[in-house]
């Protein structure tokens, strides 16, 4: 039997994004993120796992300990509320790079979805950028933009691009109420 997975941005989806975070203690989980995060593992079964184009590594700005421990950091706010990321996944290149783990190519969530048996066809991205709606389009999943994060921005040149989510949420709240529904 095959798994079901939400896929999740980091910065500017799960978390505040202040730009290349690498300082664990400045980590501001958005509103309700725990509390729904809880209920999609807790109740429903979700896996939980983070795709995140991390290119200030490549670009020398944040290391990857940095990354590991703003990663840790999550976890340890969601402690809170009883759950925690299955597993964090992270592209450090720099997008020069023209590697395939690079959001919006799917390789983050290909990885996923061999590693953990997941079903794409009964899972989600949420996300606050264009490349995560493209991503979790190739990849197959259904696609949930946040108005949190780019957001905003995102939602007007993807309606110019005629290339819909299927999902759009004010926040993160609305996302997840979105999923619940949809089981």
Same mark, same amino acid.
Do not use: W
């Given at each position: 039997?095959?798994?079901? @997975?939400?896929?999740?941005?980091?910065?500017?989806?799960?978390?505040?994004?202040?730009?290349?975070?690498?300082?664990?203690?400045?980590?501001?989980?958005?509103?309700?993120?725990?509390?729904?995060?809880?209920?999609?593992?807790?109740?429903?079964?979700?896996? %939980?796992?983070?795709?995140?184009?991390?290119?200030?590594?490549?670009?020398?700005?944040?290391?990857?300990?940095?990354?590991? @421990?703003?990663?840790?950091?999550?976890?340890? %706010? %969601?402690?809170? =509320?009883?759950?925690?990321?299955?597993? =964090?996944?992270?592209?450090?290149?720099?997008?020069?790079?023209?590697?395939?783990?690079?959001?919006? %190519?799917?390789?983050?969530?290909?990885?996923?979805?061999?590693?953990?048996?997941?079903?794409?066809?009964?899972?989600?991205?949420?996300?606050?950028?264009?490349?995560?709606?493209?991503?979790?389009? @190739?990849?197959?999943?259904?696609?949930?933009?946040?108005?949190?994060?780019?957001?905003?921005? @995102? =939602?007007?040149?993807?309606?110019?691009?005629?290339?819909?989510?299927?999902?759009?949420?004010?926040? =993160?709240?609305?996302?997840?109420?979105?999923?619940?529904?949809?089981?």
């Amino acid at each position: 039997m095959s798994n079901r @997975a939400v896929f999740l941005d980091r910065d500017g989806t799960l978390n505040e994004d202040p730009g290349y975070l690498g300082d664990a203690e400045k980590v501001v989980l958005f509103p309700h993120a725990g509390e729904v995060l809880s209920r999609l593992k807790n109740e429903f079964g979700y896996l %939980l796992i983070v795709v995140s184009n991390q290119s200030g590594i490549g670009r020398g700005k944040i290391t990857v300990e940095q990354v590991d @421990a703003v990663n840790a950091r999550i976890n340890l %706010l %969601l402690k809170e =509320f009883k759950v925690s990321i299955s597993k =964090f996944y992270y592209c450090p290149h720099h997008p020069d790079e023209g590697c395939s783990c690079r959001k919006p %190519l799917p390789g983050m969530i290909e990885q996923a979805v061999m590693e953990f048996d997941i079903d794409p066809s009964k899972s989600f991205i949420i996300g606050d950028s264009i490349n995560d709606i493209k991503c979790g389009k @190739a990849a197959g999943v259904k696609q949930i933009l946040v108005l949190s994060g780019q957001g905003g921005e @995102a =939602f007007s040149i993807l309606q110019n691009e005629n290339n819909i989510p299927t999902f759009v949420a004010e926040n =993160f709240l609305e996302a997840g109420k979105f999923i619940i529904k949809e089981i």
